[in-house]
T-cell receptor, first 112, second 113 residues
Framework: KAGVTQTPRYLIKTRGQQVTLSCSPI?????VSWYQQTPGQGLQFLFE???????NKGNFPGRFSGRQFSNSRSEMNVSTLELGDSALYLC???????????FGEGSRLTVL | KNQVEQSPQSLIILEGKNCTLQ??????????LRWYKQDTGRGPVSLTI?????NTKSNGRYTATLDADTKQSSLHITASQLSDSASYIC????????????FGSGTRLLVRP
């Protein structure tokens, strides 16, 4: 059974640009959530989607947005990038049956 | 307020020694508590899950305990190995329709030879 796949794994952007990250959940999982992790910090919850609807949202500015498609794949977008947006962005899909989170390997974003 | 607090923030131990990580929570209503291990630059991986009625659960050299009365959990690592160097994250689920998960800030463990 394939795990959670995130693309791209690494990317470099400059301030003011925008970025889109992609996440393919485990087959059959309808919930996808996104997290930001800066160096030495814990996981900060961004948002969660379930069956194409945003179910929960963290305390991030409107520059951070996401969406989920009918095949459960999800994307998150960050507009007008700031230096502080440099982080590891993790996606997780959640088992409908057990509630367990399965994380991808993350997308490491560097903003110059 | 729903919170999960982990201690210590960081820990250094010698290879072969045991250690215990703590997780205190104020999440209510409580559904379950999970421990995750996160290697540097990688995604977290689930170690154990504890429900309300469970006191102890083991996964190899990892043993988690839960005291639902005091709302405390611990993760005990026996005979530590260099590969145990990682961050350990405690995550608590609420038993309601919010499906919300509350994350602790993690404990960074470094095992030295």
């Amino acid at each position: 059974k394939a795990g959670v796949t995130q693309t791209p794994r690494y990317l470099i952007k400059t301030r003011g640009q925008q970025v889109t990250l992609s996440c393919s959940p485990i087959s059959g999982h309808r919930s996808v959530s996104w997290y930001q992790q800066t160096p030495g910090q814990g996981l900060q919850f961004l948002f969660e989607y379930f069956s194409e609807t945003q179910r929960n949202k963290g305390n991030f500015p409107g520059r951070f947005s996401g969406r989920q498609f009918s095949n459960s794949r999800s994307e998150m977008n960050v507009s007008t990038l700031e230096l502080g947006d440099s982080a590891l962005y993790l996606c997780a899909s959640r088992s409908d049956r057990t509630g367990e989170l399965f994380f991808g390997e993350g997308s490491r974003l560097t903003v110059l | 307020k729903n919170q999960v607090e982990q201690s210590p923030q960081s820990l250094i131990i010698l290879e072969g020694k045991n250690c215990t990580l703590q997780c205190n929570y104020t999440v209510s209503p409580f559904s379950n508590l999970r421990w995750y291990k996160q290697d540097t630059g990688r995604g977290p991986v689930s170690l154990t899950i504890m429900t309300f009625s469970e006191n102890t659960k083991s996964n190899g050299r990892y043993t988690a305990t839960l005291d639902a009365d005091t709302k405390q959990s611990s993760l005990h690592i026996t005979a530590s190995q260099l590969s145990d160097s990682a961050s350990y994250i405690c995550v608590v689920s609420r038993m309601d329709s919010s499906y919300k998960l509350i994350f602790g800030s993690g404990t960074r463990l470094l095992v030295r030879p």
